[in-house]
């Protein structure tokens, strides 16, 4: 008993020894995108490109309805031969548009991958300025508010968001 009682004393000793205060920082990673001219561009690049394809996907399901309405009416005029190649057809066309749906827009379609090729370095370049801001000014933690990932307050005080934004030379528009 006596050396469990000493070992726990140690231990609350040796924490409380090694311990310091530990500088951290809040900052809103999402309103530095939202304010950097080129994330803006990304951002319209992303949606012009997924317009397009929507456009396409949609002229596709268009025709696949077309078959089938033209199926509809002409069905009873058929050989059961001649209806189930019909029904193939249209069958097949509607699985390739879900495909061409899903290698556009799914999760690790085109879409993502050219959301990764124009707004990763961004994100990396934010990154890094935070980084090299939190090396700087001493802090040991950089937490994102806009994630909200368990902060539930945060002074103004510890929010450098301006400050990273500077470093970056954006001006705030929101």
Known sequence: MMKSTLFSL???LLAAGTSSAQRFAIVDVA???DNL???KEAQKQL???AAKW???ISVQ???VRSLYNKYQAEQVLLSDEDRKAKEDEITSKEKEVMELQKQRFGPEGDLFRKRQELVQPLQDKVQQAIAE???QKGYDAMLDKSINAGVIFASDQIDKT???MAKLGIKANK
């Open 133 to 135: 801001y939190a090396d």
């Open 54 to 56: 929507r456009q396409e």
């Open 31 to 33: 309103k530095i995108m």
């Open 10 to 12: 140690l231990i609350v």
């Open 47 to 49: 949606d012009d490109i």
């Open 162 to 164: 301006k400050q990273i």
């Open 61 to 63: 399901y268009d025709e």
């Open 37 to 39: 001219p080129e994330y």
